[in-house]
C-alpha cells in the first residue's frame, strides 16, 4: 500500500486532497501547522502530522515521524491579493518562503530516500495565475512561477533516477477561503491605494463575471493523475477555468 504526504491539508485543496487518495486506499499523511484530527476521516490509514514548511526542525521531525512515502504533495501557501507598491516586503517574504522555499525544503528533505529507492513522486501544486496575466497578484504570481521553473529543471535532473517531478495548477476557487486569507479580511478601499482604485475595481468586476471555476474536487483529481502519471507530462491543469488557460496559452 502507498504513502502520500501531503502538506497544507487544514482545508482546501489539501484537505480534499487527502480524502481523495484516503478515499483511494492510500496511506496518508495528513500535515498542517496545527493538527486537528477532527478535520479528516477518522482512520488507521490518516495520519495527521504537524508540519511547519518554513522551518527546518519542523520539516525533519515531521519527514521521521510519516516514514517512508511514495509521494509528496507540495500544497502548504500563503495567498496573496494587491498592488505590489502597497506590500510590504515583510509581506513579500513570507508569502515567499511559504509558497517557493518551503516547496524547495521539503523536496530536498525527501529526495535522498527517493533517489534510494528508485521511485517517487513530487507534486507541487502552484497556480493558475502562472498561465495567464494576472493582476493584484505580483508577489503570489512570482512566487508559484519560481516553484513552476524549479519544477520543470528538477523533472529533468530526477527523471534518470526514476523519481518524477510534476506541477498542478489550480484555476480560481470560490469555494476555499483563498479571498479572505488573501486580504486578510480587508475592503477593497483598504486594500487598495486611491490612484490603483478604478483599476482594481474593474479587474476584481472582471474575475468574478467570470463563467468558470475550479472546485476542491479538480484539483484532487488532478493531483491524483499527476502522482499516476508514467507519459512524463509535467503539468496538470486543474479546473475548467484553469484548462482553458493552459489551451490559450
Not at 127 to 130: A, D, I, K, P
Not at 198 to 204: E, G, H, I, R, T
Given at each position: 500500500m502507498k504513502t502520500v504526504l501531503i502538506t497544507g491539508t487544514s482545508s482546501g485543496y489539501g484537505r480534499e486532497t487527502a480524502r481523495h487518495?484516503?478515499?483511494q486506499g492510500w496511506n496518508v499523511v495528513a500535515t498542517m501547522r496545527t493538527p486537528r484530527a477532527d478535520l479528516l476521516p477518522e482512520s488507521d490509514r490518516l495520519r495527521v502530522i504537524a508540519l511547519d514548511?518554513?522551518?527546518p526542525e519542523s520539516i525533519t521531525a515531521a519527514l521521521d515521524a510519516a516514514g517512508p512515502i511514495d509521494v509528496l504533495v507540495n500544497n502548504a501557501g500563503i495567498p496573496s491579493i494587491g498592488v505590489f507598491e502597497d506590500t510590504p516586503m515583510a509581506r513579500v517574504r513570507e508569502v515567499f518562503e511559504t509558497n517557493t522555499f518551503g516547496v524547495l525544503a521539503m523536496t530536498q528533505a525527501v529526495l535522498p530516500g527517493f533517489r534510494e529507492r528508485g521511485s517517487g513522486v513530487v507534486v507541487n501544486v502552484t497556480?493558475?495565475?502562472?498561465l495567464g496575466h494576472m493582476p493584484l497578484s505580483a508577489v503570489y504570481k512570482a512566487s508559484k512561477a519560481a516553484v513552476e521553473g524549479f519544477t520543470s529543471s528538477l523533472a529533468l535532473e530526477l527523471a534518470p533516477l526514476g523519481v518524477q517531478a510534476k506541477t498542478v495548477q489550480p484555476g480560481a476557487c470560490l469555494t476555499t477561503n483563498f479571498g479572505e486569507r488573501a486580504t486578510d479580511g480587508r475592503s477593497l478601499d483598504d486594500l487598495v491605494p486611491p490612484p490603483y482604485a478604478?483599476?482594481?475595481?474593474?479587474?476584481?468586476d472582471g474575475f468574478m463575471s467570470q463563467d468558470l471555476y475550479t472546485h476542491e474536487r479538480d484539483v484532487a483529481e488532478a493531483v491524483w493523475q499527476a502522482a499516476h502519471d508514467t507519459t512524463g507530462r509535467l503539468h496538470f491543469p486543474a479546473g475548467p477555468d484553469a484548462v482553458r488557460l493552459a489551451e490559450a496559452k
Open positions: 487518495f484516503h478515499a514548511v518554513t522551518r497556480s493558475s495565475v502562472v478604478a483599476f482594481a475595481k474593474k479587474a476584481l
